[in-house]
């Protein structure tokens, strides 16, 4: 008798655990659409689709993490200038990407208030960054980036960009 009663007082105790741990679950926040890895898969420029550079496939121009916390990292395989870094929000279907600058870039005379911002929109599952010039960059969720030699890319991309007839 005593041990039915201490097996069915554990199994209390574990049923109690075990319902306290799925309601926690529960209260937790859905992950956003917008949280991941995030890669350039092609290019829309004056209704063409680009889906490589040179040979190369379009998703060296960007790598875009997205952390849950609020920031994202930004990755260019091919230019480390244009990587970034900053803080994100979302509003529907669309993210704004805020990059952090810093002082020199803020006191420079081409620095106007809102360059560092790109707003992103969720599209048919990915994502579409627009530039001034009405290009479209699209992007896609990957598990993992591409991997590139970055010395391969430099021999194979920079002679097309000397000499266009190579």
């Known amino acids: 008798m005593k041990k039915n009663?201490?097996?069915?007082?554990?199994?209390?105790?574990s049923a109690s655990l075990c319902f306290a741990s799925c309601d926690e679950k529960e209260k937790q926040e859905p992950e956003s659409k917008f949280v991941g890895k995030w890669q350039c898969a092609k290019l829309i420029s004056e209704g063409s689709e680009i889906t490589d550079l040179h040979s190369m496939p379009m998703s060296v121009l960007m790598h875009l993490t997205i952390n849950d916390d609020g920031?994202?990292?930004?990755?260019?395989?091919?230019?480390e200038s244009s990587?970034?870094?900053g803080t994100w929000t979302e509003n529907g279907d669309v993210?704004?990407?805020?990059f952090d600058i810093n002082e020199q870039d803020k006191a420079s005379s081409n620095f106007n208030k809102g360059d560092n911002i790109q707003l992103l929109e969720y599209k048919n599952g990915q994502l579409v960054?627009?530039?001034?010039?009405s290009e479209e960059f699209i992007l896609e969720k990957v598990t993992e980036f591409d991997n590139y030699d970055s010395l391969v890319l430099g021999e194979d991309f920079i002679p097309t960009i000397d000499d266009p007839l190579q």
């Open 5 to 13: 009663l201490c097996f069915l007082a554990s199994l209390c105790i």
């Open 71 to 79: 920031s994202f990292i930004m990755e260019s395989p091919i230019d």
């Open 83 to 85: 990587s970034g870094n």
């Open 95 to 98: 993210i704004t990407v805020t």
């Open 129 to 133: 960054a627009k530039s001034d010039s």
